[in-house]
T-cell receptor, first 108, second 111 residues
Framework: GQQVQQSPASLVLQEGENAELQCNFSTSLNSMQWFYQRPGGSLVSLFYNPSGTKQSGRLTSTTVIKERRSSLHISSSQTTDSGTYLCATVGDNSKLIWGLGTSLVVNP | GPKVLQIPSHQIIDMGQMVTLNCDPVSNHLYFYWYKQILGQQMEFLVNFYNGKVMEKSKLFKDQFSVERPDGSYFTLKIQPTALEDSAVYFC?????????FGPGTRLLVL
């Protein structure tokens, strides 16, 4: 079946530093959705990005289909960015196939 | 952004009992999903639903599970009877086409 690998598994930053999170796929990529999972567990959709680059504030998502990867760049990190970042690829019948996530801690 | 609501936020029940998890999706959305996340583990797809029918269910969607959306009201996940391994956070999502929007989850603990 389709596998999704995220890296790094965890990351610790000082406030103001940038972060680059990666998502790789073992089979063809249909599309990609990035989520932020708060420490309490709730999910926030960050990007739906089938290809190319999308930006929202300090967040940038780049998906390269032929290389079967997507990245999430966080610039000038803040302590409120701490949490888990999840990527998911869109499978058949639009079901999401998830990675294990990157746990991010931003220290003041 | 669009809001998906889930009721209850937490539920503790004894093994063997029935539980119904309720999802209030975004009003004009057509596609509905349930996902399961065991603490510390990967989020996993359970089932999706469109036009009153199940489109696909995963191997995690056991015979004890059922979904419905009677008369356009709540989209529900029923587990009857519950088992210990059903303890998890259950997330509901809805979409109009591409982007799925998630509820805050229901934390289910089966004792």
């Amino acid at each position: 079946g389709q596998q999704v690998q995220q890296s790094p598994a965890s990351l610790v930053l000082q406030e103001g530093e940038n972060a680059e999170l990666q998502c790789n796929f073992s089979t063809s990529l249909n599309s990609m959705q990035w989520f932020y999972q708060r420490p309490g567990g709730s999910l926030v959709s960050l990007f739906y990005n089938p290809s190319g680059t999308k930006q929202s504030g300090r967040l940038t998502s780049t998906t390269v289909i032929k290389e079967r990867r997507s990245s999430l760049h966080i610039s000038s990190s803040q302590t409120t960015d701490s949490g888990t970042y999840l990527c998911a690829t869109v499978g058949d019948n639009s079901k999401l196939i998830w990675g294990l996530g990157t746990s991010l801690v931003v220290n003041p | 952004g669009p809001k998906v609501l889930q009721i209850p936020s937490h539920q503790i029940i004894d093994m063997g009992q029935m539980v119904t998890l309720n999802c209030d999706p975004v009003s004009n959305h057509l596609y509905f999903y349930w996902y399961k996340q065991i603490l510390g583990q990967q989020m996993e797809f359970l089932v999706n639903f469109y036009n009153g029918k199940v489109m696909e269910k995963s191997k995690l969607f056991k015979d004890q599970f059922s979904v419905e959306r009677p008369d356009g009201s709540y989209f529900t996940l029923k587990i009857q009877p519950t088992a210990l391994e059903d303890s998890a956070v259950y997330f509901c999502a809805s979409s109009l086409s591409d982007t799925q929007y998630f509820g805050p989850g229901t934390r289910l603990l089966v004792l």
